[in-house]
Structures are given as structure tokens and as C-alpha cells.
């Protein structure tokens, strides 16, 4: 095997990708499509009221072709608006993807500074910790009825949720970044007679950049979870609006179309900032 | 009056020559109204007539009150505490300029729901002169948080919701009310396909149902209809609040047993091949209501005129759904993704009563859903009773004042007859598993019952 490495794993991905498909289509076919005509004994007239599933006994799971000729129609046309309940997926990307931008952005203001003070100091660092520790772990969905309680906005109690989730990956990493800067660069900066604010922006900053971008890089992802999650359960836009209104219909196909789609925006949402991260970083 | 004629005037849903229907002409009816003394004096009136009653529930203590004092002297005296001419003036100026055209409208996607949504593509809001926008909602805590947030300036509710969210049950009391009724029977209990010969409500120990909400017309009709077939609803069965379009999905994977759902859920579970109907709900109570139009007080007192106008589209909507011969275009109209969103043959068996039940039977009920606007205060005392039954509520209940607060029955009435309709009478019988209640004797029917958590 003379192939590089890279080609060999893109292979074996290509590979695998076929296999599931393959096993999926094998999966989904096959139910009661050779007979094609009603169970025995159906009156034709109930027939017609029924589905396809219960009469002919097709699978209720659709087949790939079927999501691959849903998924072309619903990209041929993106941006149609027909009315405040039904637009078309980029419309509803767009809605959800200005969300996460606006909730994660505040997040990274108030994180990023906020981190940093905690590790510059090793008593506030203890002190808050027990409260970032509690704090983080709770879902999307428990903040929600207190956001709409108390802030009385749908859309804005969204955005709320997504911070208060992607918050404290950040502040944790940039905390940790700046605390464990080394001290060597920090004592030659102070023999150079440096100053405070300096030293933030020329010593620290670059040092623990790595890592908090490492930290940015987690909530992102943890925001991207979290908007799907809000927006079920506010309704209205988006993509998770989306996944809701079609579950509603009980239309597995759109459901697996959106999945589709919420993995392949994470993962470059999650890739962009990979790259920001590899501009940072520095060998040591 | 002057103002809304004119939509009527060209109105293919009223024959009838004046606004009221009960003259030849215009002209006879002005001449009527004139010597009846007008509109104005009529809508106070009303009014008057509700807040006197809701003060003095005991007839005879009312009447004996009002001769001593003279009716005037007593209307004035409870006008001081009460702000008699909000609203008052909240339906005698319904047709003056709208202070809102504008409007959000929440709703859920099910049928229940059907005159606020085809109001929407079938022109009824904009013949009002409104601009509404409705929305769908993902639940029925959401469009209860998103009304009282002021989201939304009305929204589709379950007729127990606005009630309770008045009494603070649930939430903070915020005073709420309801206009219409959306729709009465349009339920069903739907049973999973394993248990199709497992009917009898007697067997159903041990149990999983699934219920829209705890403050539903559902939760309550199932209740009654276990314990009247002896099933104890909080030992020996599980009732969970599911939102409903889990719950096919939940019958499918066996999560639960069955739900007693709206439409077009039921359908759809067997549409989908998942569950059978077992009983409609009409079967435990006939004419039963079922969602409500609602909106908040404050609303109601800032905006009169935008209110009446709304309250206008609904009632004509609802006018228009119950007649059979539409409901097959309702179908059509509503099941779009920007509506329902839902299979058009799903729909029209459920509007039109026409239906598959899920073991091979194609079955015939055209009043399987109805849509009557009227709120009788005797739904709103019913519910009452079942919140007094089920420990929702705890202590003394002002069954009769809470029902006339919430329950807009005289508003409805004086709306109905401005458009032209009859409303019915005030009073209706109910009969629920064929046991009469008796709206004045609230506490003696709770006390009726074998099981109940008091």
C-alpha cells in the first residue's frame, strides 16, 4: 500500500458511508412493496382514508432515496416565505445561526475578560468555583421556563439560554489558560519592569490564547446543541422550529433532513474556529 | 354598529336584510333600535345586568337590594368599586376606529383550533380590517407564557387554561377571558392496536394514558370517564401530560397504552396505523367544549374596538366551519406547513366525521367535531367542579362569579345579535355519562361523586 494516509481514510469513510446506506435502503425496502395491493380482507373505501403504512405495510422509516430527493427539493428552493409558520430551510438557518451568533458573541465578551480576571487571581478562582460548577452543567431546557418568566421575550430568552449554556466552557479554559501561563515569561516581563496592562496583552494573552480558544471552540459546539433545543421548544423560526414543525407531521424524512444539516453546520461552525485556534497556536 | 355594516352588507354568509336580521330593512331596524333606546343603552345594559348578577348571585337578595335602593342609585354605588364603563365601553365602541391592526395570534396545530387558523387564508381577520398573524406554537405552557408576556394579543387555549390561569393555578393571577369557544367534541380516546380487545374501561387497570395538559378538558373527561367505569385515575391508571404530537410517536414505541387527544391526532394514529379509536369523546359528553379563543383583560379594556372586531372574525369563522358543506375546503385551507401541517385526508375525516376507526370499520358522524362559539358560564362552572373534584383547586370556589368573569357569555351574545346571528339561550343542559349537572348546585354535584380528591 503505497497511498497516503489521508487517501486511505477518505476511502475507508467512502466506504462505510455506501455500507449504511446501503443497509438502510436494504432496511426500508422490501415491506410490502412486492405485493403492492391491500392486506386481504381491506375494504378499499377505509383504504383510502388510511396511509401508505398501515395499508400496504410500507416502512414508516424512509428510504435514503427518498431523503435524497426531499433534500433536493427543499435546497433547490431555500429562501421561500410562505407565511410566519412555514419558510424555507436557508431562511430558518438563518434565523438560528443569527441566534447562536448573537448569544455566543455576548458569551465571549463577558467570558473571555471575566476568565481572565479569575485566573490572574487564585482567590477568586476558588471562591467562584463551586458556582461555575453547579452553573454548568444545567440543560437548555431548565433555563428556559425561568427565562420566559422573568425576561418575557421568546426570542430573547432563546439567546439568553444559549449564553448562559456556552458561558462557562470559556470562562473555565480562559481561566485555567491565564493561571497556568508560565511563570518564567511572567518574571522576565516583571525584570523588564513591564505593566499590568501590558503584561495582560503582550505576555499572558498570547500564552493562554491556545487554550482559551480550545474553550471557545467547546461552547460553539455546546451553543449549536443548545439552539435546536431552545427553538423546539419556542417555536416560531429556525432550524430547530423546523425539526418541531415536521415532527408535528410526523414526516421522518424532513427530520432526518435536518439532522442532516444541524450536523454538517456544527461541524463547520467547529472547524472554522479549529482554524483560528492553529493561527494561535505557537511551538514551543 | 354604522361601521361593521358595511362588511355584512356584502357578506355571502347573511341573508338577512338589516344587521340584526330580525327587521326587513335597514331603515325598520334603525327605527327599532331607536325606540328600544338605542345601541349604547343596550350594550350597558348588559352589562350592568352581568355585574349586578356576579355581585348578588342570590336572586332574591338582588331583587329585594335593587328595590330599596332603586337601580340607578345601586349601579352607581357599584360603579365607585367597580370600573363599570371599561367595560362597558369595551363593547358599545366596538365599532369605532381599531386601535391595533396588527395582531399575533398564537395557536397549537389541531383541529380544535380550526376557526382561529382558516380565518387567516380564508379572509375572515381581513374582512375585519385586521392584519393577524397566526402563530404556531410548540405548547400549551408556551402560548400560556407567551400570551401573558403580551407576545401574542390573543391566543388558542384549552377552555380550563384561561380559567385557571385567572385563579393563579399554575402561574401568577392574571384576570383572562374568554369571548368564544373554539370548538366543542373533536376528541377521542385512542388505544394502542395491541389492546383492541381490551374495550372495556374496566380493564384498563394499571394503564398508561397521555393527556394534552393538567388543566384540559381532557385531563378532566377522562378522569370522569374512568371513575364513572370505576377506575381510580390517580392509583390505578398513569396519566402524563404529553404534547400531542409525542403522543403517536409514544403509542408507537408502547410508552403508553393510549391518550385521550385532540383531533387531528386520534386520526392520525390511526392513519399512521399506530392505535384504533376507541370512543369519541362526544360519547361521555355531548357538546362538551373543548379550546377557547382567549386573550387577557388588559387587552380587551385597552384595545374595545380591535376586540370586538376580532371577536367578529371568530364567531363568523366558526359560523362558517359549522356549516358541512364547507368543511371539506377547511381541510384544504388548513392543512398547509404554514397551518397544521398535516395530511389533507387526515383533516377531512375529522372534519367531516367520515372516518376510518383503525380495525377496518369506515364509520359516520358529522357532529364528531361542531364549532358553536357560545361560552356558557355552565362550562366554565363544569370545569370547576372537576378542578374542586381532582384537588386542583382547594377550599370555598365563587363557582357562578369566577365563570361570569372568565366566560364573556353576555359580551358574546351582544356581538352575535349585532352580527346578525341568534345566540342561543342562556342556560344549556349537560349531561355528562348521562348524569344531569346542575350549574347552581356546584358543591352538591362534586359531592356527588365516589372517587374524588377532596
Known sequence: MSLPLNVRAALVSVLLLAGFLLVWQGATAGFGASSGGLPAGMDPEYAKLMGLTATTGKSAMPSPVDVGGQLLKLLSDPFYDKGPNDKGLGIQLAYSLGRVLLGYGIAVLVAVPLGFLIGMSALMSRALDPFIQVLKPISPLAWMPLALYTIKDSGISAIFVIFICSVWPMLLNTAFGVASVRKEWLNVARTLEVGPLKRAFTVILPAAAPTILTGMRISIGIAWLVIVAAEMLVGGTGIGYFVWNEWNNLSITNVIIAILIIGVTGMVLDQILAAVARLVTFPE | ?454
Not at chain 2, 381532557?218 to 404534547?243: C, K
Not at chain 2, 414505541?253 to 393510549?258: S, T, Y
Request: charged share 20%.
Open chain 2, 1 to 454: 354598529m354604522a361601521s361593521f355594516d358595511k362588511f355584512r352588507r356584502g357578506s355571502r354568509f347573511f341573508s338577512s336584510s338589516c344587521s340584526c336580521g330580525e327587521h326587513g330593512s335597514q331603515s325598520e331596524h334603525d327605527l327599532a333600535a331607536n325606540m328600544t333606546g338605542g345601541e349604547e343603552e343596550r350594550y350597558s345594559s348588559f352589562v350592568e345586568t352581568a355585574v349586578m348578577r356576579a355581585l348578588f348571585p342570590h336572586t332574591p337578595s338582588r331583587r329585594a337590594f335593587l328595590k330599596s335602593v332603586g337601580a340607578s342609585t345601586a349601579l352607581a354605588a357599584v360603579s365607585q368599586f367597580l370600573p363599570l364603563g371599561d367595560v362597558t365601553d369595551a363593547f358599545a365602541q366596538g365599532s369605532g376606529a381599531l386601535e391595533k391592526k396588527d395582531l399575533k395570534v398564537g395557536f397549537i396545530p389541531i383541529t380544535c383550533a380550526t376557526p382561529i387558523i382558516m380565518a387567516h387564508p380564508l379572509g375572515f381577520y381581513s374582512k375585519q380590517g385586521l392584519n393577524v398573524e397566526v402563530v404556531k406554537t410548540a405548547g400549551w405552557a408556551v402560548v400560556r407564557d407567551k400570551t401573558i408576556n403580551k407576545e401574542y394579543d390573543a391566543a388558542h387555549m384549552l377552555s380550563p387554561m384561561p380559567i385557571a390561569i385567572s385563579m393563579g393555578l399554575g402561574s401568577n393571577p392574571i384576570p383572562f377571558s374568554v369571548p368564544a369557544i373554539e370548538n366543542i367534541n373533536g376528541q377521542a380516546i385512542t388505544l394502542a392496536m395491541k389492546h383492541k380487545d381490551r374495550r372495556d374501561p374496566k380493564d384498563w387497570k394499571g394503564m398508561k394514558f397521555a393527556i394534552p395538559f393538567d388543566y384540559s378538558m381532557h385531563n378532566y373527561l377522562l378522569r370522569y370517564y374512568l371513575a364513572q367505569n370505576g377506575i381510580d385515575p390517580d392509583t390505578d391508571v398513569q396519566l402524563r401530560s404529553v404534547p400531542p404530537p409525542e403522543m403517536v410517536a409514544n403509542l408507537r414505541a408502547e410508552n403508553i397504552d393510549g391518550f385521550l387527544a385532540p383531533d387531528n391526532i386520534a386520526q392520525r394514529a390511526v392513519y399512521d396505523g399506530v392505535g384504533f379509536i376507541d370512543i369519541l369523546s362526544k360519547e361521555i359528553w355531548d357538546g362538551h367544549p373543548c379550546c377557547s379563543f382567549s386573550s387577557s383583560r388588559e387587552f380587551v379594556t385597552t384595545n374595545p374596538n380591535t376586540y370586538a372586531a376580532l371577536l367578529r372574525a371568530i364567531i363568523d369563522a366558526s359560523a362558517y366551519a359549522q356549516k358541512p358543506e364547507n368543511r371539506k375546503q377547511i381541510a384544504e385551507a388548513i392543512a398547509p406547513a404554514n397551518y397544521l401541517n398535516a395530511p389533507v385526508t387526515v383533516l377531512d375525516q375529522v372534519l367531516t366525521g367520515t372516518y376510518a376507526d383503525g380495525l377496518g370499520q369506515v364509520k359516520k358522524d358529522p357532529n364528531r367535531i361542531a364549532f358553536e362559539p357560545f361560552p356558557y358560564d355552565s362550562f366554565a362552572i363544569w370545569i370547576l367542579t372537576q378542578m374542586k373534584r381532582w384537588g386542583q383547586v382547594k377550599g370555598d370556589v365563587d363557582y357562578a362569579g369566577i365563570a361570569k368573569q372568565v366566560f364573556l357569555a353576555t359580551e358574546c351574545a351582544s356581538v352575535m345579535k349585532d352580527m346578525g346571528l341568534a345566540p342561543p339561550a342562556s342556560t344549556k343542559t349537560i349531561v355528562v355519562m348521562g348524569k344531569p349537572f346542575d350549574p347552581s348546585k356546584p358543591e352538591a354535584y362534586v359531592d356527588s361523586f365516589a372517587i374524588k380528591r377532596i
